[in-house]
């Protein structure tokens, strides 16, 4: 497994503990991240950490790997089962973002060693 696979591995560990300081060690300080609960990206640390910090407040996300593969572009997709509940744990009923129960398509550029853009591709 290369190290990049590596990386990402730590980085879903540590998103799922809620660990944003590890996670941001991990991507460039230009970093473009797909913003899934409004569209768009947005972009630097200060950015996602705000991102992840309203997600946060709101519903509580977990993201597991289930298979990484390499792109022809050299970026690496993941294959992800994402899972979304409310701060309670209970199943999400009536929301009103873009996360929601499904697997996914994650998808990482990178540039010497670090992640320079992250994306979300339906798989479906």
């Not at 797909?34 to 950015?47: I, K, L, R, S």
């Not at 997600?55 to 050299?74: H, K, M, T």
Request: hydrophobic residues 45%.
């Amino acid at each position: 497994m290369d190290e990049d696979v590596r990386t990402l591995q730590r980085i879903y560990e540590r998103f799922n503990a809620r660990d944003i300081d590890a996670v941001l060690t991990a991507l460039s300080d230009d970093v473009a991240w797909a913003n899934g609960m409004e569209g768009g990206h947005v972009h630097g640390h200060e950015a996602v950490r705000d991102y992840w910090t309203r997600q946060w407040a709101i519903v509580s996300p977990r993201v597991e790997p289930l298979a990484f593969r390499r792109e022809p572009d050299g970026a690496i997709l993941a294959e992800v089962r994402q899972s979304v509940r409310d701060l309670d744990g209970s199943p999400l009923a009536g929301q009103a973002h873009g996360l929601a129960d499904r697997i996914v398509g994650h998808v990482f550029q990178f540039r010497q060693g670090l992640i320079v853009r992250f994306d979300i591709r339906d798989l479906a």
